[in-house]
């Protein structure tokens, strides 16, 4: 369920835009869902966006009943993380999801945001895999030097992933930099791939697997090898919405702890079976048959807590991309697990 980051030059020019209306729209206090009401009552109503035929842990959490008090309203879909967590800074949303790398750039972009709970990881269930050929001769890093990388967009989790490969086997900045990532759609990466239009490319979820059982094709690595299970992405709310609304957000954050820990707990057959019942319930015309491959949200820690080391990989590959001042941010800049009552009591 990783939600991607812009994928043309263009929507990149559009996200930094809007990164900067983020900040300028909550600095202003303009944002139109983001504060309590002004009698003190606590929000209890949390707009969100969702995805198109996937259950999202919020809305597995709200079903299994760990919202108490709190309910979800759904605004829309989105299938962009940077758009996700801008509309959330901007108060369009209460909470928004994306890769840790988009929360780092827009927390740099001054939006006074904060993650609360990890939404999603890679797990041996859940994984990126990097692909070539079954008879490619790329074999190592090196190997790839000269070669075409197709993944979903540029500059984010899954370029952050095969600039660490390559660093980790000892290419040089100058080698790694003649390595060519190109941005190619998901569904297409398996075609591009078999037809050699690239020698490389970045496959997950279902994409994978049908792949996979096609055969003709084998991992080069997979992101779950490169840093054994992680987590990718979290939830975030802006720190004024935390502020004024804290039992609602101690609410909704040990309710999606519950939730992944149901998941983890609960036998697959039946955590299909639940999530395919909310995506009927709610009417939205949507296909079902993705589900029946789902096997893992693949976040890493007990309860989705947030550890330093989920933030401060993506700061330390940012730094070194220039796209964000080294020390300008730290990982507790970023994070609370304040909220999480998880195991707590």
């Not at 008090?69 to 605004?75: G, I, S």
């Not at 050929?133 to 890093?141: F, G, T």
């Not at 992933?161 to 990466?189: F, I, Q, W």
């Amino acid at each position: 369920m990783a939600a991607a980051f812009t994928s043309s030059p263009t929507s990149r020019r559009q996200f930094l835009t809007l990164l900067g209306i983020s900040a300028a729209a909550v600095s202003c206090g303009t944002a139109t869902a983001g504060g309590g009401s002004g009698s003190g009552a606590q929000i209890k109503t949390l707009k969100y966006q969702g995805s198109v035929g996937a259950v999202s842990l919020p809305e597995l959490a709200a079903d299994l009943g760990y919202f108490e008090d709190v309910k979800l309203e759904w605004v829309g879909n989105t299938i962009s993380g940077p758009q996700d967590i801008q509309s959330a800074a901007t108060g369009q949303t209460h909470f928004g999801s994306a890769f840790n790398g988009a929360v780092i750039k827009l927390a740099a972009a001054k939006a006074p945001i904060k993650a609360v709970i990890s939404s999603y990881g890679s797990d041996r269930y859940s994984y990126a895999g990097y692909f070539v050929l079954e008879d490619s001769p790329i074999r190592s890093a090196r190997d790839l030097i000269g070669k075409k990388v197709g993944m979903n967009t540029l500059g984010a989790h899954y370029q952050a992933l095969l600039d660490t490969y390559l660093s980790r086997n000892g290419l040089s900045k100058a080698d790694a930099g003649k390595v060519e990532p190109l941005v190619v759609p998901p569904v297409n990466t398996e075609q591009a791939l078999r037809q050699k239009q690239i020698e490389v490319g970045v496959l997950t979820g279902i994409l994978r697997d049908k792949a996979v059982a096609g055969g003709g094709i084998r991992p080069l690595f997979t992101d779950v090898e490169l840093l054994g299970p992680f987590s990718a992405g979290t939830y975030i709310m802006t720190e004024r919405f935390i502020k004024q609304n804290p039992d609602t957000v101690r609410t909704f954050t040990t309710g999606v702890a519950k939730a992944i820990e149901w998941s983890r707990t609960t036998p697959r057959d039946k955590v299909v079976a639940r999530m395919t019942e909310i995506v009927k319930k709610r009417g939205r015309n949507e296909d079902t048959t993705a589900l029946q491959y789902w096997r893992s949200y693949g976040i890493a820690e007990t309860g989705g807590r947030i550890p330093d080391k989920e933030f401060q990989l993506w700061l330390d590959w940012l730094g070194e991309r220039g796209e964000i001042k080294k020390g300008q941010l730290k990982p507790s800049d970023l994070y609370t697990n304040e909220f999480n009552g998880y195991g707590k009591g």
